[in-house]
């Protein structure tokens, strides 16, 4: 299968992925921690059904070390004890900030609450921008249609 538009070769979609990837170096080096970072994006992946992102996260998680039993319980993350208080309060804070069309409030102050015990305020302007960063890069790539499977880890950054 082909991707409908080619994200990178067009010339005004490349300009705007440019940028789009200059974000999302920045949200890289915050100091949100690496293992939280890669559990978000996959998390929101998941949720909004973008193969492509699932494949990469994946992908670039367990090349960064993170254990299959982690990977492999990501969607069902309330259920299995592999997840520390904090990341549990960033993938609650992913779900209500991905799902915010089905329901009614957004995300509640109690999710926002608990992810603000565990992250400084630095932190979580990265976790709030992660998920907006993801949810759209999710969009554009279910959009376009591209095409999945052949992600190296890292390819990236």
């Not at 929101?44 to 254990?67: R, Y």
Request: net charge negative; proline share 4%; glycine share 8%.
């Amino acid at each position: 299968m082909n991707a409908r538009l080619n994200l990178m070769e067009n010339p005004t979609a490349g300009k705007i992925m440019k940028h789009l990837f200059s974000a999302g170096k920045v949200i890289v080096g915050s100091p949100l921690p690496a293992a939280t970072q890669h559990l978000v994006t996959l998390r929101a992946s998941q949720i909004n059904g973008c193969a492509v992102c699932v494949d990469m996260h994946t992908k670039d998680a367990a090349h960064a070390g993170e254990t299959p039993a982690r990977l492999n319980l990501v969607a069902a993350w309330r259920e299995a004890p592999v997840f520390t208080d904090a990341e549990r309060a960033a993938l609650e804070l992913t779900e209500q900030g991905t799902r915010v069309a089905d329901g009614a409030g957004g995300v509640t102050d109690e999710a926002w609450a608990n992810a603000a015990e565990h992250y400084d305020e630095d932190q979580l302007a990265a976790l709030v921008s992660l998920i907006a960063f993801i949810n759209a890069a999710n969009r554009l790539n279910v959009i376009v249609r591209q095409p999945v499977g052949d992600y190296q880890p890292g390819r990236f950054g």
